[in-house]
C-alpha cells in the first residue's frame, strides 16, 4: 500500500490521505491470508515518480495498491487501484 496521492488544496493536504492510507493497511493486515508491509516502508515513496514494478522488486510483493484522494468543501473522492507488481497490469480498480 502506497501513501496516497492528494489532489486537494485545503489545509489538511497530506493528513487526510495519510490517514485514509494506513486505515486500509491496517484493515487488510487483519486477514492472515494477505501480507502487506509496514506503512513506513511503502510510504517512502511517497511524492516520487516510481515504476510500480520496481517498487514491486524493492518491496519484494506481488501486489500494490494505490490511491489518490481530492477533497473539495464537503466532497470526498477516493480513488484505489490494485495493480500487479510485476507486469504493472491494473487488476482493480474503485472510486
Same mark, same amino acid.
Request: proline letters at 0%; glycine letters at 8%; charged letters at 30%.
Given at each position: 500500500?502506497?501513501?496516497?496521492?492528494?489532489?486537494?488544496?485545503?489545509?489538511?493536504?497530506?493528513?487526510?490521505?495519510?490517514?485514509?492510507?494506513?486505515?486500509?493497511?491496517?484493515?487488510?493486515? #487483519?486477514?492472515?491470508?494477505?501480507?502487506?508491509?509496514?506503512?513506513?516502508?511503502?510510504? #517512502?515513496?511517497?511524492?516520487?515518480?516510481?515504476?510500480?514494478?520496481?517498487?514491486?522488486?524493492?518491496?519484494?510483493?506481488?501486489?500494490?495498491?494505490?490511491?489518490?484522494?481530492?477533497?473539495?468543501?464537503?466532497?470526498?473522492?477516493?480513488?484505489?487501484?490494485?495493480?500487479?507488481?510485476?507486469?504493472?497490469?491494473?487488476?482493480?480498480?474503485?472510486?
Amino acid at each position: 500500500m502506497l501513501a496516497f496521492d492528494d489532489f486537494s488544496v485545503d489545509e489538511d493536504k497530506g493528513y487526510l490521505s495519510d490517514a485514509i492510507a494506513e486505515g486500509i493497511i491496517t484493515e487488510l493486515a #487483519r486477514y492472515r491470508l494477505i501480507e502487506v508491509i509496514a506503512r513506513n516502508s511503502s510510504f #517512502r515513496y511517497r511524492g516520487k515518480e516510481t515504476d510500480v514494478r520496481q517498487i514491486g522488486e524493492e518491496l519484494s510483493v506481488h501486489y500494490v495498491l494505490e490511491g489518490s484522494k481530492q477533497k473539495s468543501g464537503d466532497a470526498l473522492n477516493v480513488t484505489v487501484q490494485l495493480i500487479e507488481a510485476r507486469g504493472g497490469a491494473h487488476l482493480w480498480a474503485h472510486r
